[in-house]
């Protein structure tokens, strides 16, 4: 679902277009003609779509693959490849549902523009269309330990108010399960469930993806905020939501109006805001990088979600349950876990909580042959680590090496750990570690690692 589907008849465009893309990390499938598109997309459906307009030798053209795209596969965006001086049929193609267009001859800096843009939109559609339709199917939230329990009656309180909740707590320790917990519980319950994860939206496209925009060629976009009008909407880790764009939400939270960028009129909405945060707001408050003015309007009802190490009396149903969820929807082996694999998972210190029990459970499922009852052997390799094993092994092979060798060697090891340890999530892990998202990715690539961490932003999004 991560892939990129070029259609172009002509070989040496499609090829040049490919390259970039795979350059820029993407993975790309190619089509020459209209069979070889609508093949490729039911095969799979791609996160994009870049299409020429004209097709020689083609059964259909551009503009019916188009229609066909947002008949069949309405979250594919489309961009279209025209020729110098079509813009009437680019624009055409724009009111069929095409995302955007670009004109030949285009340079890279063009349609990396436009791809980044597109991906970016893709995930964010694809993550709210698969919270409509339950794609995740809400997740039952369970425990039964004496920090669950505080947390639930918490949350059933909240749940009948219409009041702002600020839900703080560690990474993958359910503090989004907590919102759609509060928002299923609450008369807004038919409505929207609304995400905005504020971590992996890039600051400069955040306003966008929030406010919708509008413009004569293509209409109104709704943006995040109209989208969840009735329902509710999750600010996911709001500590990183950019300091130019909170006065911007706080003007939202007082008037529940607001105008599309490049709009005149007002849009009214009906919200309910949730937010999370695992960072320490008040500093952030004192660093200048959090408005006071925005904390105070969204922590009206702060309630903590318990890590999992407050609440190990929870892990042997959590991890059953997890065991039962992959037979059931992966065909992995039903296996049993008796009190001493228990009780070494009780042991374990869990810094990705909830999240890393589940994926432990998932590894150990899928890695091993066994089929008998789990043995407290096999959690070891998998990433938990005991509590007093805070040490890397780099092995004797480090004294053999140059510094700056070394120094590679134990920054991929420390970052692959890190990034284990928080289940994959490059925002909560470039945060543990002290750097920007973007220079950790540039520091991944640079360490070779990038290309088992291609799929960030499904990680993000599908957490
Ligand atoms: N009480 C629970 N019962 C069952 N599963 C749970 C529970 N709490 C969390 N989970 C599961 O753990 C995973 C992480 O939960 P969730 O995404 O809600 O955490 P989070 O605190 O929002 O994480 P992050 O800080 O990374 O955004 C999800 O797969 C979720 O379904």
Known sequence: MSDILIVDDERDIRELIADILKDEGFEVRLAANSDEAVNALNEQEPALMVLDIWLKDSRMDGIDILKQVKRNNPDVPVIIISGHGNIEIAVAAIRQGAYDFIEKPFNIDQLMVVVNRAMETSRLRRENSSLRRGGDRATEMLGQSAAFKRLRDNLDKVAKSNGRVMLSGEPGAGKELAARYVHAQSPRAGAAFVTVPCASIEPERMEEVLF???????GIEPGLLEQA?????????????????????????????????????????????????????????????FRQELYDRLNVVPVAVPSLADRRDDIALLARSFIEQFNRTQGLPARELPEETVAALQSMRWPGNIRQLRNVIERVLILTEESGPIQPSELE????????????????????????????????????????RFGGNISRTAQFVGMERSALHRKLK??????????????????
């Not at 092994?393 to 060697?409: F, H, K, N, V």
């Open 212 to 218: 919708g925009r509008e413009s004569p060629e293509r």
């Open 229 to 289: 009008h009735g329902g509710v909407i999750y600010f996911d880790e709001v500590g990183d939501m950019p300091l130019g764009t909170q006065p911007k939400i706080l003007r939202v939270l007082t008037e529940q109006q607001f105008m599309r960028a490049g709009g005149s009129d007002r849009v009214r909405v009906d919200l309910r805001v949730i937010s999370s945060t695992n960072r320490d707001l008040p500093a952030e408050i004192a660093a200048g990088r």
């Open 381 to 420: 390799p998998q990433g938990a680590t005991p509590d007093n094993s805070d040490a890397l092994s780099l092995g004797p092979q480090i004294t053999a090496m140059a510094l700056r060798e070394a120094r590679e060697m134990f920054e991929r090891e420390y970052l692959l750990a890190q990034i284990n």
């Open 446 to 463: 640079s360490l070779g690692v990038v290309g088992g961490m291609r799929n960030e932003e499904e990680m993000l999004a599908g957490k």
